[in-house]
């Protein structure tokens, strides 16, 4: 009897244990959600077979399987049914139609949910698909930072319709993050800090005192984060810097032109106007603010140092951006009279460019000092082990789970990867004491920027088919006499050519010949002016000679050009494509003038074409026309999808545009033409 109720009630376990499975399987709330959906789908149907197919729709758990991604599987579709489906727009979550983006919706079946949103493909429950019912579990990236996944398959500077990840990899190229800490991809930076040999010849000690206090105090333009020194510190760096032996040349320079006869401020005044050094730097906060601050440059540096270096700044700092001038030797005596005269801190005490008797013990203090704070990392001139990358590695950092990172004293903030990262960024030292990292004084928006690229860092890089980097073509960088031009006025400061070259000017150069005539160019170097009349002058008059202009103009002529793009797109077709008058007529008709001036009719914001055939070869026009997004993906000009025969009538309108006298004649469709 006793084995009889035992096997009785065992079995009643056995069929209550198999009843679980099913029942536990039928209460999945996935399940109660797709009803849901169904019901949804069926209120909104507007016709009777889209009724029938949410109704008939079976209740089931729907996944991506991403073969081609690590045979990821993603199951967020589950709940997220209405991700492709028009009708959705506007729902309630989780039923809502995702927004339009380049990969959605039509690369769902490609690169599906988690790589851009993060969480746990696999899961069906939400708090473990949205990575928040376990520490081990991939948690969801917030929306804030949702531009990170762009960066995981995306790897260039700039990504298009993500703007946020670009800014924060700017910062970061910007910040010098690279110089201390490793990132894949990023083993050949180098900072543009400049070497530190120098100072002794350059400045006094008590600026050098106030700029090792607070940099951003002393210029607002200043990438040098704050490492919080404090004055004894201040002072032993002082020290050291003081006692690092200037290069002899460099020292012979700066004495000897200490020594020359003083400059005409009101021709300094007229001369640095001219030379627009303001599209780089700022004057007491005007101008572009890529550069240093020069609104008290003269309290800042020594005159015979500013003379020497406005003469040769790349025998100063090898990597800086900033062109060599062909100034005179009178030229750069006027320019630092006017520095002297009105660009100097009025308030400064009078020992500030007085330079320091150095303590050899403080030295070696500022000495041991330098090398723990790491600068060396930027102001690499010293030896090797200066210049050694002794930030963490950020390899991996935006698959880190909040379980691993130390929070140190910071218990206030969310234990949550995206809060460490924003307050490490905003106040490095505030988890520990000890703690190297210095402070940048970035904005909210741009910790938010940065974080979004780190997060784009993951563990692993994501297989090759999915990478994407911006199709450009290799810099062809000349040598011999025209490299050296290059070199000399730094062209790839501010243009890009190929892959390389900084974005300062939106103007790429890469087929510059096929773009410009060869004349025009020329005159261009020698007198540059703003070609859209709604900027201000920006590029720098370098005083180049004649002979250099011509040579870098036909340098470009002959070698920087797009193989696609025909000299002339008129042979070969009918003589009524030739019809400048009907193009005056679609050039109206199309709204042209809305944008760009003729004469001294017509908009401001794109290009003047004031003189647009002697600027523009007709076969860039013609190519442009047809395409202008394909010159550069962020052209504002409309695609208008023209036939060849209308491009090539307006192209040969903008062909009769030679000079200001014709171009500011009536339009009549009679223009004179040259």
């Known amino acids: 009897m006793p084995l009889r109720r035992l096997f009785a009630v065992s079995s009643l376990l056995f069929l209550v244990t198999l009843a679980v499975s099913p029942v536990k399987n039928a209460l999945r709330p996935y399940r109660f959600i797709q009803r849901e959906f169904r019901d949804l789908g069926m209120s909104r149907a507007t016709s009777r077979k889209a009724m029938e197919l949410y109704a008939n729709r079976p209740v089931a758990i729907q996944q991506i399987w991403l073969r081609d991604f690590e045979d990821r599987v993603d199951r967020c579709t589950t709940c997220h049914l209405g991700v492709a489906d028009a009708a959705m727009r506007g729902a309630p979550e989780p039923f809502r139609l995702h927004p339009a983006t380049f990969h959605t919706p039509g690369g769902f079946e490609r690169i599906g949910c988690t790589a851009c949103h993060g969480g746990e493909g696999l899961a069906t429950l939400q708090d473990d698909a949205h990575g928040v019912a376990q520490e081990n579990i991939a948690p969801m990236t917030p929306a804030t930072f949702i531009q990170s996944g762009c960066g995981r398959c995306h790897l260039s500077a700039t990504v298009p319709d993500a703007p946020t990840l670009s800014r924060g990899r700017a910062l970061m190229e910007r910040a010098g993050c690279y110089s201390c800490h490793a990132v894949r991809g990023h083993d050949a930076y180098r900072s543009e800090a400049p070497p530190l040999d120098a100072i002794a010849i350059k400045t006094g000690a008590v600026w050098l005192r106030g700029w090792l206090e607070d940099p951003r105090a002393v210029d607002p333009n200043a990438t040098m984060p704050n490492f919080h020194l404090g004055a004894d510190d201040i002072l032993a760096l002082s020290h050291y810097m003081f006692g690092r032996p200037a290069p002899d040349a460099l020292a012979r320079r700066v004495a000897a032109a200490a020594g020359e006869p003083l400059g005409d401020p009101a021709t300094g005044r007229r001369l640095f106007s001219e030379s627009r050094c303001i599209s780089c730097h700022t004057v007491d906060g005007k101008g572009n603010g890529s550069a240093p601050e020069l609104g008290t440059i003269a309290s800042a540096a020594t005159r015979g140092w500013l003379i020497a270096f406005l003469r040769d700044p790349h025998a100063f700092n090898p990597r800086t951006r900033m062109p060599r001038y062909n100034f005179s030797d009178g030229d750069v005596r006027d320019i630092v009279a006017y520095f002297d005269d009105e660009l100097r801190d009025f308030d400064a005490p009078a020992d500030v460019l007085e330079p320091l008797r150095v303590n050899q013990t403080l ?142 000017s939106t103007a790429p150069l890469t087929f510059e010949g096929s773009k410009v005539n060869e004349e025009w160019l020329v005159d261009y ?13 920006r590029m720098p008059i370098l005083k180049m000679s004649r002979e250099e202009a011509s040579l870098l103009a036909d340098t470009f002529e002959k070698f920087y050009v797009d193989p696609s793009i025909v000299e002339d797109p008129f042979a070969g077709r009918a003589e009524s494509d030739r019809d400048a008058a009907e193009g005056e007529r679609l050039y109206t008709t199309l709204g042209c003038r809305g944008c760009h001036i003729i004469g001294m009719a017509g908009g401001y914001y794109g290009p003047t074409l004031t003189e647009a055939a002697r600027r523009l070869k007709p076969g860039w026009v013609f190519h442009f026309l047809k395409n202008p997004q394909g010159w550069r993906g962020d052209i504002r000009c409309p695609n208008y999808a023209l036939p060849d025969t209308d491009a090539l009538r307006l192209t040969a309108y903008l062909g009769t545009l030679g000079s200001s006298r014709d171009a500011a004649a009536p339009a009549t469709g009679k223009e004179s033409t040259r």
């Open 525 to 537: 170097l020698l007198l540059p002016s703003s070609l859209r009349p709604i900027l201000p002058e």
């Open 363 to 504: 030295a070696a203090k500022g000495a041991t000092l330098f090398r723990n704070a790491g600068c060396g990392s930027c102001h690499a001139s010293g030896p090797a082990s200066e210049t050694e990358k002794f930030g963490p590695d950020l390899d991996g950092i935006g698959d880190r789970r909040a379980a691993s990172l130390d929070f140190g004293r910071r218990r206030d903030l969310p234990q949550t990867l995206t809060s460490w990262l924003v307050a490490k960024i905003e106040s490095p030292r505030s988890f520990a004491d000890g703690l190297r990292m210095p402070s940048y004084g970035f904005d909210a928006d741009e910790q938010r920027a940065i974080v979004t690229a780190l997060l784009a860092h993951g563990a692993q890089a994501v297989p090759e088919k999915l990478r994407h980097s911006a199709t450009q073509p290799v810099a062809m960088i000349p040598g011999g006499r025209v490299g050296e031009l290059f070199s000399r006025y730094r062209c790839l400061s501010c243009h890009q050519i190929g892959n390389r070259g900084g974005d300062t």
